[in-house]
């Protein structure tokens, strides 16, 4: 059980790498869709790709299965966790409605699509590594790991409930620095503004 929530972790990350990567290449306006905790995780890809990881011993021997699997488990994970984003925190990381085939906006078939190469990718080429990496970090150290997580994931619902808005979470974006103040008075209107 302790090596499953490593990889969680292990695979949250990457999908925020994954995001962070895919929005800074897309030049999106909103500069990810990194999902719910402070830390650099993304737990919709985490959550995905467990579900692909619980199959994957009986699918491993059949990527079109393991593909089409990979597809159906993270698109149900993707769409739960839009589900109890917007219900429960009432925010929103992501909108698909531009995107052709979607349902209500939450999951779209050309991310399904992705989620295939992601689940062979996962299955094939990084569990092996994954799997070694969980093994190799200490047993007392997921206590602490789990605990900290728990307490990002209550400070996170706190922020997002108040604010009603993902943005609070972008604490690595590059924002403008602040450039001091100067009174100035606007010659049309007369006004002066700060």
Not at 14 to 20: A, M, R, S, T
Not at 89 to 94: A, K, M
Request: charge should be positive; include cysteine.
């Amino acid at each position: 059980m302790r090596e499953w929530f490593w990889y969680a972790v292990f695979y949250s990350f990457l999908g925020f790498l994954l995001e962070v990567a895919y929005a800074r290449a897309a030049r999106l306006d909103k500069r990810d869709r990194k999902c719910f905790y402070f830390l650099p995780l993304c737990p919709v890809y985490g959550l995905g790709a467990l579900l692909i990881l619980a199959l994957a011993p009986l699918l491993a021997g059949r990527p079109v299965l393991l593909a089409l699997w990979s597809a159906a488990a993270a698109t149900g994970a993707e769409y739960a966790m839009s589900l109890f984003y917007e219900k429960l925190l009432r925010v929103s990381f992501w909108d698909y409605s531009g995107l052709p085939w979607n349902l209500g906006g939450r999951v779209c078939l050309p991310f399904s699509l992705c989620w295939c190469g992601l689940g062979l990718l996962t299955v094939y080429g990084l569990h092996p590594l994954a799997a070694a990496l969980a093994a190799a970090i200490p047993a007392w150290l997921t206590l602490p790991a789990a605990l900290l997580l728990g307490a990002d994931a209550l400070w996170t619902a706190v922020v997002l409930h108040r604010t009603g808005s993902t943005d609070a979470l972008l604490w690595y974006a590059r924002r403008p620095r602040r450039q001091a103040r100067a009174v100035r008075g606007d010659k049309k209107s007369g006004i002066i503004g700060i």
